[in-house]
Structures are given as structure tokens and as C-alpha cells.
């Protein structure tokens, strides 16, 4: 729609105007449900980390984010669900993407599905969960159904308003159908944690988490699109399986916005060489993707801009239950991103305030 967008802090108007110019694009600001750095800092160095990467994504289109923790010792988990809870506090971040919780990626999941995450898996008990729960930050969570105790977990995280992510994980198909069940029993809201990575593949007689997350009709779908984790044919078949329910997420970490050469994730060092970075092993270790690249990706990959931007907002907020952003409607934040005709970042609005000083 050609139109124009009259702001303060929320949205006031959103007018049809054909004579608009043709080559600016202006879309709901971006939402990363699972970020874990980049600019250098990471969720697990506490507030100034956290700081350092809403600032780096806001730059890059995002104005909405949750840190996301790694499977560290619990005490290394639980202070970095303090920062974040601090930098909430404390307002937010000048100049950076609103903080709207936290993504509790470790440490509930399978000791034999680690990806790059540090081996400080625990299981979650009553106890455990109710500790993190009381943080009052925890908005997104991922599980290995498998484990002792997760479908219990899950209800308590669901019924507490906690996106429910299934990940990191060898259960087989059934085992993630039941969970999957159960949480929606009880209303609460689910989705796959970076869908085809850390949870195996799918096979016409084994369909394995992928499947039964793909063929589930509620579950969400988060998809690292960097071209590095995931195949655009595999892009594609989440995109027909799960219209309007696919979340593109980065999983960056704290190289993002450095370019390539040495850093490190969980006390591992990772090198980052031509985009890609990988653990001593060959590992990926999580990406150094931004979410202006993921929409660009997601077009290039045959989907309109229109249903491409939904991927980036109106689906990652609706996962996680946030009604008052992800569309350009009237009474809604006024949180934007400008992009050229070639989707290009020109300017980012979080609720109303200019991001990028001099967008030229």
C-alpha cells in the first residue's frame, strides 16, 4: 500500500496517499525472539552486554528483542536473567531495540543435542523453573521434551505466559506431538527453537521434531535465514506448512556487526570466516546474521515483501503474546523500520524515537 505514517510514541494515522514515493519501504520495526550478542557483547556478560547488542540489531532493523541465554552453570543463568531484568528496570536502551524479556535457551536441553552450547545441561525440576519464573523476565523458553520432568515443566511455563520452544532435543516425533498437546490445553503458546538445527531431520517413517513440529496447526516456527543453517528449500517447506506461523530469528552472537576473525561463545573460541561461524570443531556456533539480511534472504527466496515482513514482526509478537507492536495499525507503537528499494536499513523508529543519527 502506498500511504503515509503520521507518529509520536504510538502510531497516529496510516493514510493510503498513491502519489507516496515508490522507493521507500516503510515496515512494522523488526522482532528477534532469540538473539544472543553481537557488537561484541552477549546476554551472558550482563547489563552493558545486553546494552551493547540492542544497540548493534536496533541498527539494523530490529526494535524488539529477547536476550537469550546459553547453557552455562545455573548461577551464570540466573545472573543473566538478573541483567537483563536490570536493563528493563532501568528503562531500556537509549538508542537500542526494547527489551521485552528474556529467551531461556539453556540449560532444559538434551546433553545429546548440544549444538554449540557448553555441556551445563540440568533438568527441569519444580524448583528450577519456579527460580527462574521469579526472575518476573523469562517470555520465551526452550525444552527437550524428552527430558524428566518437561512436559511438567511446560505446563508451568505456559500457564505463566512463557512461550514454550521446542529444541535442542532427541525426541521423537510422538514425544513432541504430546508436549505440544499439552501446552495447548492450557493456552499457552508454542514454537520450534531454530527449526531443523539441533533437533535432526525428517524422514518419511521417522518425521522426528521437525515433522511433528511442522505438522503441528498452532506451533510457531523460528528459521535462522542466513543460508548458512538452513536451505532455502527448507526455508520454502516451513514457509507452505506454516503460513503466517514462520519467525525469523537470528540466533546471532557477539560477532555479529564485527565481520570476520576471532570470538567466542560460552567461553568457546569461534572463528568467523566469510559469515560462518564455527567452533574448533566445525560446529556452527550460532550466526552473525542481522534481520535486515534475513528479510532480504526471504524475498530472494520467493517470498513477497508483504508476507516476508510478517516473518520479522507480526509473527515473532504474536508468538509471544505481544499485542501492542508488529503492525502498522492506529494506538500501536510506533516502532518502524525505512528500507530502500533494495532493503537497505535508512532509518529505525523504536517507539517513536530516530535510531541512526544521520540515516544518510
Given amino acids: 500500500m502506498s500511504g503515509e505514517v503520521s507518529f509520536g510514541p504510538t502510531l497516529e494515522a496510516v493514510t493510503p496517499r498513491p502519489e507516496a ?6 515496515l512494522p520495526g523488526f522482532v528477534d525472539t ?3 550478542g553481537g557488537g561484541g557483547g552477549d546476554t551472558m556478560d550482563g547489563p552493558a552486554g545486553v546494552r551493547t547488542l540492542a544497540r548493534l540489531h536496533a541498527r539494523h532493523g530490529t526494535t524488539t528483542l529477547l536476550p537469550t541465554t546459553i547453557t552455562h552453570p545455573w548461577d551464570r543463568v540466573l545472573a543473566a536473567l538478573a541483567g537483563v531484568r536490570e536493563v528493563m528496570d532501568a528503562g531500556g536502551v537509549a538508542g537500542g531495540a526494547d ?14 543435542r548440544l549444538g554449540a552450547q557448553p555441556p551445563n545441561t540440568v533438568l527441569p525440576t519444580p524448583d528450577l523453573v519456579a527460580e527462574v519464573l521469579a526472575t518476573g523476565v523469562v517470555r520465551a523458553v526452550t525444552l527437550a521434551p524428552e527430558l524428566p520432568g518437561a512436559t511438567g515443566a511446560a505446563l508451568t511455563f505456559a500457564q505463566a505466559g512463557v512461550r514454550v520452544g521446542i529444541g535442542h532435543t532427541r525426541a521423537d516425533a510422538e514425544t513432541v506431538t504430546a508436549l505440544l498437546g499439552a501446552v495447548h490445553a492450557v493456552g499457552g503458546r508454542s514454537c520450534a527453537t531454530h527449526l531443523f538445527n539441533a533437533m535432526g531431520g525428517i524422514e518419511g517413517r521417522d518425521p522426528g521434531p521437525p ?9 510457531y516456527q523460528e528459521v535462522i535465514l542466513d543460508l548458512i543453517h538452513v536451505h532455502p528449500t527448507s526455508f520454502r517447506l516451513a514457509h507452505a506448512a506454516a503460513p503466517g506461523r514462520v519467525v525469523l530469528v537470528t540466533d ?3 560477532a555479529a556487526g564485527l565481520g570476520d576473525g576471532p570470538s567466542e561463545l560460552g567461553g568457546q573460541p569461534v572463528t568467523v570466516q566469510d559469515g560462518r561461524a564455527t567452533l574448533e570443531n566445525g560446529s556452527l556456533a550460532g550466526s552473525v546474521l542481522t534481520l535486515d539480511v534475513a528479510l532480504r534472504n526471504a524475498v530472494q527466496s520467493g517470498v513477497p515483501l508483504p508476507e516476508a515482513s510478517r516473518m520479522l514482526s507480526a509473527a515473532p509478537a504474536a508468538s509471544l503474546g505481544l499485542t501492542d507492536r508488529g ?13 530502500d528499494r533494495e532493503l537497505n536499513v535508512l532509518q529505525v523508529y523504536v517507539a517513536g524515537l530516530p535510531v541512526l543519527e544521520d540515516p544518510s
Fill in 21 to 26: 514515493p515508490a522507493d521507500v519501504f516503510i
Fill in 34 to 36: 532469540h538473539v544472543h
Fill in 211 to 219: 515433522g511433528a513440529l511442522l505438522a503441528d496447526p498452532h506451533a
Fill in 252 to 254: 546471532a552472537m557477539r
Fill in 99 to 112: 527489551i521485552a524479556g528474556a529467551h531461556l535457551e539453556g540449560p532444559f536441553i538434551s546433553p545429546g
Fill in 327 to 339: 503492525r502498522l495499525e492506529a494506538g500501536l507503537r510506533a516502532d518502524l523500520t525505512v528500507l
